[in-house]
């Protein structure tokens, strides 16, 4: 080996030192990065040289390899799942509390109290049936019902209207993150291209790839040039490598799966499958639609029953009663003419709204003082007429705010139990990936000795040289 052949060996160590130091100092700089992959700089001799008797070969220094992220797939495959499934409950969570909030009565009389009273006013009724102020209370009591139903009614639907909005944004998130993915891998296959490393924007890539399942369920697949591709489950594709679609949200009717007139549906710009709001799942958006088209759906048609069944079962007493002007058959209530939205349009009848003397206590005509209709509505409290006789109203009205109370506690309990788990994943991703300063700076001592020594390499061949360039002076 020559002189000159020395000089680069020592060249190259220096430049592999540089690499090694330019890294190290990126990893410390990025210590504190959200979803930074430490770096790794891989070196490897050069092809040696025959020596000058041909019976061994001489080193001629090394070369950086690459610089690879540290990074596990599977791992943050996990994480993604984790964090998706902690972002649907945390979602769920938020809608549960507002419904729970409706039927919060710590600070006022709720439903049950008010259907309570409005039958204890009947008693009161049958005790005294021709008192005008009594039959004026018992009008008032049921105007009482009739509010309350439609501010709960009214409550939910605000929740649906505020949980619509949220599925609206997200879904302009989802576009945004479809499009950004998109974007890095066109600048990721340029960097590839050129032989250079894009470590740095498979991670920003990453983060958004995990921005975007916290929204949704996705299934992500990579294929030999570093390019993803990123599926909805259940709702076909959504980033193609260089192409990336976009979804949308339009008002629309109600369905078969809960949806309620009014309310968003989410749909592709991809021919097939089109429509998604049933298929979507996980995430933010998954734990909206959840709460909005299950637990609130399910809220408003038990409140529906009820107020359905509260008219139908009163009217039907009551129109067998005579009034105190002797007509007979007049409804309590504006009869009912179907279950859906009945909470929202029970009301009094035209009778009774004008008149109090319309409201029946007696069985019979000419029967002063005769209270066996107004007794008969006020035992309709205690009788199971709800859930195919196995509830009273109290006890349906009670399970509704019971089921709702259970929902949001359970709930709470995966949010708890999910915490621990994306904990523990984060932690093993730093363990893996993370960058430890004490690691880094004894990595940098040990680049800084390699460059020291590689220049005393060439400092010695130079000397060599000159002693050289001396003799033939000589």
């Given amino acids: 080996m020559g002189i000159q052949d020395m000089m680069q060996t020592g060249r190259s160590g220096m430049i592999a030192a540089k690499a090694g130091i330019s890294t190290t100092g990126h990893n410390i700089a990025n210590a504190n990065t959200e979803g930074y992959s430490r770096q790794r700089v891989h ?43 902690l972002a649907e409950l945390e979602e769920k969570d938020l809608g549960l509390t507002q419904i729970e909030d409706i039927f919060n009565e710590l600070h006022g009389d709720g439903l049950n109290r008010i259907i309570s009273k409005f039958f204890n006013q009947f008693r009161s009724l049958s005790n005294d049936p021709d008192n005008e102020s009594l039959r004026q209370a018992v009008r008032e009591a049921s105007q009482s019902v009739i509010n309350d139903f439609k501010r709960l009614r009214t ?17 302009q998130d989802v576009n945004r993150l479809a499009k950004e993915i998109r974007d890095l891998n066109v600048r990721i296959a340029d960097y590839e291209s050129r032989a250079e490393p894009a470590n740095d924007l498979m991670d920003h890539r990453d983060i958004k790839i995990k921005e975007l399942s916290d929204l949704i369920e996705t299934r992500v697949r990579y294929d030999k040039k570093n390019m993803v591709s990123v599926d909805l489950k259940g709702g076909g594709p959504l980033v193609s490598t260089v192409l990336n679609y976009e979804l949308s949200v ?41 709460v909005r088209d299950r ?26 009663g005579v009034t105190r002007n002797g007509v007979k058959g007049v409804n309590f209530f504006k009869e009912p003419v179907q279950v859906h939205r009945a909470s929202e349009y029970l009301k009094l009848s035209d009778e009774v709204m004008s008149n109090v003397n319309f409201i029946a206590t007696a069985a019979t005509k000419d029967a002063p003082g005769d209270n066996r209709i107004a007794i008969a509505i006020s035992g309709l409290q205690d009788m199971k007429l709800m859930n195919d006789g196995k509830s009273s109203f109290d006890e349906w009205y009670n399970g509704i705010v019971a089921d709702v109370g259970m929902a949001k506690s359970h709930n709470t309990e995966g949010i708890n139990q999910q915490k621990n788990i994306v904990g523990q994943l984060n932690k093993m991703r730093e363990q893996i990936s993370g960058v430890s300063i004490d690691e880094e700076t004894m ?32």
């Fill in 250 to 290: 339009k008002r629309t009717g109600s369905d078969d799966e809960g949806k309620s007139t009014g309310t968003y549906d989410i749909f592709s710009n991809v021919s097939s499958p089109g429509k998604l709001t049933h298929s979507l799942q996980g995430g933010k958006l998954g734990g909206t639609l959840n």
């Fill in 43 to 85: 070196q490897q001799t050069n092809d040696p040289v025959t020596s000058p008797d041909h019976r061994s070969f001489v080193g001629r220094g090394v070369n950086v390899s690459r610089i690879d992220r540290v990074n596990d797939g599977y791992l943050e495959k996990q994480i993604r799942r984790g964090s998706m499934d």
């Fill in 443 to 474: 990595d940098l001592m040990k680049y800084q000795h390699a460059f020291d020594a590689s220049a005393r390499v060439i400092s010695v061949a130079d000397q060599m040289l000159e002693t050289v360039l001396n003799i033939k002076k000589l």
């Fill in 295 to 320: 637990s609130l759906n399910t809220v408003l048609s038990r409140l529906d029953e009820m107020a359905f069944n509260i008219a139908k079962t009163v009217n039907e007493i009551h129109r067998q």
């Fill in 155 to 171: 409550d939910v639907i605000d929740v649906q209207n505020h949980l619509d909005n949220r599925i609206e944004g997200y879904v």
